[in-house]
C-alpha cells in the first residue's frame, strides 16, 4: 500500500527544546510539503522541496527547519526558536508530472503540545 | 493577503439534501482548483479537483463547478450523508508554481440524520 507516514501522532516536548517530526512516502513523489493547522485556521505552508536535498521556505517558516536528504523522507524540526509550536503538523506529497501533477496527498499528521 | 476565501465557517443541512460549499479566489493566475474533506485529527483527504479549462467535474456524488469570471468555486454534494460531516477545504494552484497549493480556512459541513 503506497502512501505517508507520520510519526509519532501524538507529541509532547517542553519549552526550549528541539523536536524533530517524521515524514515518510512511498509513492514516489517527488515533491514534499509541511502544513501546520491551528484550530479554526486553513493550513499554512511552513516549508517545501521538489527534490533531494533543495528546499524552499513557505509563508511561516521561521523556527523551522527541514532537511531532505532522501526522496522518501523530510523530516521537520521544530526549534525553541518557533514562538507557538503547539499545533497540528500536516506532511503532504505530490507528483510533479503526470496525471496528478498538482494534487497533493497527506499523512495523518502529527499533534505537537509544548508544555 | 488570503488568495482563496471559505466566508462560510460552518454549514449544516439535512440527511439526502443538497450541501452547497463555496470558495472564492483573487489570483487569476490559478489553473487548478482541488477540495479536501478532513476529519478531527487526521490528514485530509482529497475529494475532487477541476482544471481552469473545464467548468464542471463530477465524481460520484460530488460535483464541483467553477466560475472562472467570478473567481468562484462550489462543491456540490448529492445526497448528503451524515458521513460527510467533516471539515471541508478549498485550494488552487498556479502552473509554473512549484505545484504549491493556497488553501482557504474551511468549512464545516454538518450533516443531520
Known amino acids: 500500500d503506497g502512501g505517508i507516514t507520520q510519526s509519532p501522532k501524538y507529541l509532547f516536548r517542553k519549552e526550549g527544546q528541539n523536536v524533530t517530526l517524521s515524514c515518510e512516502q512511498n509513492?514516489?513523489?517527488?515533491?514534499m510539503y509541511w502544513y501546520r493547522q491551528d484550530p479554526g485556521q486553513g493550513l499554512r505552508l511552513i516549508y517545501y522541496?521538489?527534490?533531494?536535498?533543495?528546499?524552499q521556505k513557505g509563508d511561516i517558516a521561521e523556527g523551522y527547519s527541514v532537511s531532505r536528504e532522501k526522496k522518501e523522507s523530510f523530516p521537520l524540526t521544530v526549534t525553541s526558536a518557533q514562538k507557538n509550536p503547539t499545533a497540528f503538523y500536516l506532511c503532504?506529497?505530490?507528483?510533479?508530472?503526470?496525471?496528478?501533477?498538482?494534487?497533493?496527498?497527506f499523512g495523518p499528521g502529527t499533534r505537537l503540545t509544548v508544555l | 493577503d488570503q488568495q482563496v476565501k471559505q466566508n462560510s465557517p460552518s454549514l449544516s443541512v439535512q440527511e439526502g439534501r443538497i450541501s452547497i460549499l463555496n470558495c472564492d479566489y483573487t489570483?487569476?493566475?490559478?489553473?487548478?482548483f482541488l477540495w479536501y474533506k478532513k476529519y478531527p485529527a487526521e490528514g485530509p483527504t482529497f475529494l475532487i479537483s477541476?482544471?481552469?479549462?473545464?467548468d464542471k467535474n463530477e465524481d460520484g456524488r460530488f460535483t464541483v463547478f467553477l466560475n472562472k469570471s467570478a473567481k468562484h468555486l462550489s462543491l456540490h454534494i448529492v445526497p448528503s450523508q451524515p458521513g460527510d460531516s467533516a471539515v471541508y477545504f478549498c485550494?488552487?494552484?498556479?502552473?509554473?508554481?512549484?505545484?504549491?497549493?493556497?488553501f482557504g480556512q474551511g468549512t464545516t459541513l454538518q450533516v443531520k440524520p
Open positions: 489570483n487569476s493566475m490559478f489553473d487548478y
Open positions: 509513492l514516489n513523489h517527488d515533491a
Open positions: 485550494a488552487a494552484s498556479a502552473t509554473g508554481n512549484t505545484g504549491k497549493l493556497i
Open positions: 503532504a506529497s505530490s507528483a510533479l508530472a503526470g496525471a496528478r501533477f498538482g494534487t497533493q496527498y
Open positions: 522541496s521538489q527534490i533531494v536535498n533543495d528546499f
Open positions: 477541476i482544471s481552469s479549462i473545464k
